[in-house]
């Protein structure tokens, strides 16, 4: 009977140890369940807060360009009173080519450039064929005339340019 008390008092002690070590163990999980919800409703909040940011830029991201294109509205704006007022067409003339040399060069500011087109030869990536000639005074493909600018915008085609090309 000895042994047998020895024995259940062992199992006891090795009960209490296991429910001891489980004890701990869930109270770290519990611990770590808290820690990882915390973790998510931060990282939530920060996804909203990244959002938020991102469309306030978007929104407001061309601002500088607006602004430099409100002279050149208000340019207009006294070429088109000059015109009205002054008799002579050249000084018209001469207010909307300076309006138009400013706009040129705040659109090369922000990156845009005008693709190259007449006399070159015929690029899908560069151009739009909107009509053909026969002719063999040309090459074949090659861009007779330029009918709409094509742009790009840094490196990226933004629009294409629309052109006649020599047809054999």
Do not use: W
């Amino acid at each position: 009977m000895g042994d047998i008390k020895k024995e259940k008092s062992k199992q006891s002690k090795k009960e209490k140890k296991l429910k001891e070590v489980l004890e701990n163990k869930t109270k770290e999980a519990d611990e770590y369940l808290s820690q990882l919800k915390y973790l998510k409703a931060d990282f939530e909040n920060y996804k909203k807060r990244m959002n938020r940011e991102k469309e306030e830029f978007a929104k407001y991201a061309t601002e500088k360009l607006v602004l430099e294109l409100l002279t050149v509205m208000d340019n207009l704006e006294r070429a088109i009173e000059a015109g009205t007022e002054d008799s002579g067409k050249t000084s018209l003339l001469e207010g909307v080519e300076m309006i138009y040399k400013q706009l040129n060069n705040i659109l090369e500011k922000q990156g845009v450039k005008c693709i190259k087109a007449e006399g070159e030869i015929f690029d899908p990536h560069l151009h739009e064929c909107v009509m053909t000639e026969e002719t063999d005074k040309h090459e074949e493909d090659a861009v007779l005339q330029e009918i709409q600018k094509g742009y790009k915008l840094n490196s990226r085609v933004i629009r294409h340019s629309k052109v006649k090309i020599a047809k054999r």
